[in-house]
């Protein structure tokens, strides 16, 4: 059975940082492209960014870019994001998830299992 569990979370001030983690079981991380998506209070999930299984390759949205940083620990069947100079808008519960067949970036519609999220709440 695939499950994602998502950790790190939290409350934190403008411009600091955070570590989100994303541990799976029931099949091999480094077999697969993960992602992180985001949704805030009202508003759509939205990708944040992705890795590639085959090279390790990221992706970020452009919201992302510069600030957000996505690897994988393979050993401890983890994906981690590391959040830096956070802000207000970043505040969101943040998911992580992967599908059966590859590809980075992809669109929430198209993951096949979900992490039930951790909140990161990001005061002005």
């Known amino acids: 059975q695939v499950q994602l569990v998502e950790s790190g979370g939290g409350f934190v001030q403008f411009g600091g940082s955070l570590r989100l983690s994303c541990t799976a079981s029931?099949?091999?991380?480094?077999?697969?492209?993960m992602h992180w998506f985001r949704q805030a209070p009202g508003k759509e999930r939205e990708g944040v960014g992705c890795?590639?299984?085959?090279?390790?390759?990221?992706h970020y949205a452009d919201s992302a870019k510069g600030r957000f940083t996505i690897y994988r620990d393979n050993a401890a069947n983890t994906v981690y994001l590391q959040m830096n100079n956070l802000k207000p808008e970043d505040t969101a519960v943040y998911y992580c998830?992967?599908?059966?067949?590859?590809?980075?970036?992809?669109?929430?519609?198209?993951?096949?299992?979900w992490g039930r999220g951790t909140l990161v709440t990001v005061s002005s």
């Open positions: 890795i590639r299984r085959d090279d390790d390759t990221t």
């Open positions: 998830a992967t599908r059966r067949i590859v590809g980075c970036p992809t669109n929430p519609g198209d993951m096949d299992f």
């Open positions: 029931g099949f091999t991380l480094a077999y697969s492209d």
